[in-house]
């Protein structure tokens, strides 16, 4: 299992700003993976990040929109940039310690933007 | 893209009551896992199967994996206001990819009444 912390746990933000969010993990993984879930929806991967090389992202999400860090292997953080308030949802980070397609997820950052 | 559907999306039931809910898909999956997610927490692994026909059981909760693995069922005895949340079915098509391999699907949202 992982333990996942993630910062901020909400925020409420102006459109057209840019918001960071901070994913940390509490033992050394290779893949982690950012979601977003909208009211009352399941959740949509984002994109893959695996430390050393640049996220993968899934159809219908862009670099510019979501650039993505993974200094090390136990962080990450999700930028969301130049807000819309389509862009409100909860955003959660998952870690997939033993690649078994099993993930334990961060509590996620609800963000509304306005 | 493979998806997952669940039924019933939405559920109400007293609590010592008995429920299933379901997870179907056209594709066959390599194995699938369930999760369970309470509002403002992220989704939490209750269980993975991975052989046609396999069944576990979790306390009053037993999962079931179709024979062809393109379903599986949930079904909790004697619920309890602590079994309430949204519950999701996610799937990977091969093992230990992600991306367009592994989906999550709709989510049935169960409410059980004191």
């Known amino acids: 299992s992982a333990v996942i912390s993630q910062k901020p746990s909400r925020d409420i933000c102006q459109r057209g700003t840019s918001l960071t969010i901070q994913c940390q993990v509490d033992?050394?993984?290779?893949?982690m993976f950012w979601y977003r879930q909208q009211p009352g929806q399941s959740l949509t991967l984002i994109a893959t990040a695996n430390q050393g090389s640049e996220a993968t992202y899934e159809s219908g999400f862009v670099i510019d929109k979501f650039p993505i860090s993974r200094p090390n292997l136990t962080f990450s953080t999700l930028t969301v940039s130049n807000m819309s308030p389509e862009d409100s949802s909860i955003y959660l980070c998952?870690?997939?310690?033993?690649?078994?397609?099993?993930?334990?997820f961060g509590p996620g950052t609800r963000l509304t933007v306005l | 893209t493979q998806l997952l559907e669940q039924s019933p999306q939405f559920l109400s039931i007293q609590e010592g009551e008995n429920l299933t809910v379901y997870c179907n898909s056209s594709?066959?999956?390599?194995?699938l896992q369930w999760y369970r997610q309470e509002p403002g927490e992220g989704p939490v692994l209750l269980v993975t199967?991975?052989?046609?026909?396999e069944v576990k059981k979790l306390k009053r909760l037993t999962f079931q994996f179709g024979d062809a693995r393109k379903d599986s069922s949930l079904h909790i005895t004697a619920a309890q206001p602590g079994d309430t949340g949204l519950y999701l079915c996610?799937?990977?098509?091969?093992?230990?990819?992600?991306?367009?391999?592994?989906?999550f699907g709709p989510g049935t949202r169960l409410s059980v009444l004191p």
């Open positions: 033992s050394q993984v290779t893949m």
């Open positions: 594709s066959v999956f390599s194995s």
């Open positions: 998952s870690v997939d310690p033993q690649s078994y397609n099993e993930q334990f």
């Open positions: 199967v991975v052989t046609g026909g």
């Open positions: 996610a799937g990977a098509s091969s093992p230990y990819n992600y991306g367009q391999n592994f989906v």
